[in-house]
């Protein structure tokens, strides 16, 4: 499955490190259950094996405009692209030990099971719509058309604690190739 309208990268802001993550690599998870879209709740400390969480804004449904300006804003373009990236990799990421994926977002989880259907998710996206995980753990976020949103982000979770962060990620649809060339390497 293709994307329908490839991004430009090029025509977009890229995102710089402004650090806002760089005390998350070594950090326990708190226990923290998160509604997932195939109906479990997901505690992301209690996971065993290894885990790869991708942080994204928000999705939009085909025929919803994004908010305004959003283009504009350093590294909110993408999701579908991210999404779409790990879903494309599943294979490779299970070769190399990973035994979860999952997806976060603000949105609810009825909302987010449009996108698992849409995009052909092999694997479940988490809901953090009353932002506790994001709020324990400092999670990254940005405000846009009254919402908060997580800023878009990957975490390489071991036993409950953070081994990697991926931060900022751009381009979004290179970010599932970015943690394959990392895994790869340990």
């Not at 579908?80 to 603000?106: K, M, N, W, Y």
């Not at 949103?149 to 071991?158: A, E, Y």
């Amino acid at each position: 499955m293709t994307i329908q309208n490839p991004v430009d990268w090029s025509k977009l802001p890229i995102p710089v490190d402004d650090g806002r993550a760089s005390h998350l690599e070594g950090a326990e998870l708190p226990s923290i259950d998160l509604h997932a879209t195939d109906g479990r709740a997901v505690d992301l400390s209690r996971l065993a094996g290894t885990a790869i969480v991708y942080a994204y804004p928000l999705t939009t449904k085909p025929e919803t405009p994004a908010p305004d300006g959003w283009d504009a804003i350093p590294g909110a373009r993408g999701c579908t692209p991210q999404s779409c990236s790990f879903r494309d990799h599943v294979v490779e990421l299970d070769a190399l030990g990973v035994d979860h994926i999952f997806g976060l977002s603000t949105q609810d989880t009825s909302y987010q099971q449009e996108a698992v259907g849409r995009l052909h998710l092999p694997f479940a996206l988490l809901s953090d719509e009353n932002l506790q995980l994001a709020g324990a753990l400092r999670l990254p976020t940005f405000e846009v058309s009254g919402m908060t949103l997580l800023s878009r982000l990957t975490m390489v979770i071991r036993e409950g604690r953070i081994l990697k962060v991926f931060y900022p990620v751009f381009p979004p649809d290179r970010n599932a190739s970015d943690v394959i060339a990392w895994l790869s390497s340990r």
